[in-house]
């Protein structure tokens, strides 16, 4: 995606070279990782490992040790998110409690705080801690609400305790709950998919968040498995789901927020990093600061070992401002809208969207995948299902090569891109 975008074949190579301090952070947000999960799902890609008491205390110690040593970069500064993933961001939930009160405490306004949540892991004394620590967004990893499904993917929940997580969320009035589900998943027919969505619809969720299934060749799955028998449906089948769940959360009145979800209006989206920047604590947390972009070490014990003494990235690589820009759009099209607003907002005068990027937008126009609008260009439902594949074909291709080789050796010399 990368390459589409900066108009040129290139690599990009990450160094183990230390980056320099955020410096110059424009509408930034924060990031935390939680590698810890009571059950590995076998086609998960994130970097999570089994959750032990000692371990998750170590890790404590050190993401606030992290915090701390960032503090003097970034207290005063105003964040407009903290989104907190994993893992199983709750699994110790008095834990990250803990671990939040030393974050705003150390940094100041660190802005709406976004949380993921697993089913089995979000019991009423935790939604309410979180709700008395000002989390105001949650997404529920619900992934299918049917027990055959979730068996199939390794899921520790069944279809009922999903659906009753979802209603004991909504409860509590959070300014936004999303419901994440699994698609394209092998073997799955559009009816399967339709009754899904369905289902979480008619509960009364304020974001509905539908993501393929990534077959990454370092998943448990893709260690067990050479990853070309892990078929998805066809590509006509993958289409219809997504057409389907267009169609159906429209007339529902829901509007498409980005190539995979979908938002009441009026609500609070929720959303990963795609903030402009952002910076990451926790092993294997990424940040993108404008002048660089890095990833901390996928191994806890590395990780926890090389604080507080020093920041514990395994590798960086600078960002020269075409390819700041790049990541810009590569994120504001996933979002469906590009304007000249927000982007001069964002790099301030001088060469503007079209001059840039005018080149590869006005024939997306031309073939229907986007429309020019007054403020700027905006992605169309056949737009949309296109994204979705090169965002696949990218997270195959970029990230699967990337955070493999993080997850092989805590500290890698170099991986090209």
């Not at 979730?150 to 999903?162: E, K, M, Q, T, V």
């Not at 092998?186 to 509960?203: C, F, K, M, N, S």
């Not at 972009?293 to 020269?320: E, H, K, Q, W």
Request: charged share 20%; aromatic share 12%; with cysteine.
């Amino acid at each position: 995606m990368q390459h589409l975008i900066t108009g040129r074949a290139r690599s990009f190579e990450m160094l183990r070279v230390l980056p320099q301090w955020p410096d110059r952070l424009i509408e930034p947000g924060l990031y935390l990782h939680v590698p810890f999960c009571k059950t590995l799902c076998p086609y998960c890609p994130y970097n999570r490992v089994p959750y032990a008491e000692d371990l998750f205390a170590a890790y404590e110690r050190a993401v606030k040790q992290e915090i701390d040593l960032y503090a003097p970069y970034l207290k005063g500064r105003s964040f407009n998110c903290l989104y907190i993933g994993g893992g199983t961001p709750t699994v110790n939930w008095p834990g990250l409690i803990a671990i939040l009160r030393h974050l705003r405490k150390a940094i100041g306004d660190i802005g709406d705080m976004c949380v993921e949540l697993h089913p089995g892991a979000m019991g009423g004394d935790c939604l309410a801690a979180l709700k008395d620590i000002g989390v105001t967004r949650v997404s529920i990893g619900v992934e299918s609400t049917s027990d055959v499904w979730l068996h199939r993917i390794g899921r520790s929940h069944d279809g009922p305790a999903g659906l009753a997580a979802v209603a004991r969320a909504l409860s509590m009035g959070f300014a936004s709950v999303n419901v994440d589900l699994l698609f394209a998943l092998p073997g799955q027919h559009l009816e399967d998919w339709t009754r899904d969505v369905r289902r979480v619809i008619a509960l009364g969720v304020d974001q509905l968040s539908t993501y393929p299934l990534f077959t990454f060749a370092y998943s448990q799955v893709g260690q067990k498995r050479k990853i070309h028998k892990v078929k998805r449906p066809p590509h006509r089948v993958v289409k219809a789901m997504l057409d389907f769940t267009d169609q159906y959360c429209q007339a529902k009145g829901f509007r498409r927020c980005a190539v995979w979800s979908w938002l009441k209006p009026g609500k609070a989206k929720f959303s990963s990093v795609t903030r402009h920047h952002y910076v990451g604590f926790g092993p294997s947390a990424a940040s993108m600061t404008g002048t660089h972009f890095y990833v901390n070490t996928f191994d806890v014990r590395a990780y926890a070992g090389a604080l507080p003494a020093g920041r514990p990235v395994a590798l960086s690589m600078p960002i020269n401002r075409r390819l700041e820009r790049a990541f810009w759009l590569y994120w504001r099209m996933y979002e469906l809208t590009v304007k000249h607003q927000d982007f001069l907002a964002v790099f301030g005068a001088g060469e503007t969207l079209d001059a840039l990027f005018g080149w590869m937008l006005k024939p997306l126009v031309a073939v229907g995948m986007m429309v020019h609008t007054q403020e700027g260009y905006q992605v169309t439902g056949r737009g949309a299902y296109w994204i979705h594949r090169l965002q696949n074909a990218y997270s195959l291709a970029y990230i699967d090569h990337l955070w493999g080789a993080c997850r092989r050796h805590p500290w890698p010399q170099a991986v090209t891109l």
